[in-house]
């Protein structure tokens, strides 16, 4: 049974959160242990995210991973002792193969949303697909990427919003794109709290956010009847090796997953 299977009849959002990018084992584990803690309180169903690998970065000296297997490793390790799905951003054909042996979604990531390789090649492994919306594109031309998992033979895919390209160095979330992708692709759609406020294009090469709205857009996001929420936490970061600037502190985590609980049980 996939994710969406096993949350098609919760009354509560789900919740894809993690590291943006495997450091180590310890620290994996660590995180995982935190917030399976949390959603088990509240019930709420969850998948551990964390990149195998950085492919889309500024900089040719920036991190972009431990080594592809090692990390892989680390994500069925943390599969197998929290007995939770994991879900890592694919790049390629090649990494969809790889990836689909150690984890049970597959991200396509913003910018490689309408690459029909590599969409072709996820359905095909049989896993989860979860298709980030393109800073690009419009709400409704999401379609067309789920069709084209479809057309391959899975139906268990999702969408993901994470914000729409607001001139060269900034985001915006437009609300309406949530109700609008769950009527066109007819599949769940995920509100992504912390890409959604990244600030990309900055003249030092390194991408910047404002995470003190983390808050304020998963608050909407739940209130417009989104059906889960993604987010990157760790427990430091500024010292994050990729997309510290617009992390939660994992401590933070518990105060937020409350008020998101008090909102869905308020709209339902």
Known sequence: MNIIEKTANSEMFFLLAGPCVIEGEEMALQIAEHVVRLTEKWNIPYVFKGSFKKANRSRLDSFTGIGDK????ILAKVKREFNIPVVTDIHSPEDALMAAEYVDVLQVPAFLCRQTDLLVAAARTGKTVNIKKGQFLSPESMRFAVDKVRESGNEAVMVTERGTTFGYQDLVVDYRGIQIMQQACGCPVVVDITHSLQQPNQTSGVTGGQPALIE???KAGIAVGADGIFLETHPNPSVAKSDGANMLRLDLLAGLLEKLVR??????
């Open 216 to 218: 304020t857009i998963a």
């Open 263 to 268: 909102i869905r049980q308020a709209v339902l």
């Open 70 to 73: 090692k990390a892989l490793e």
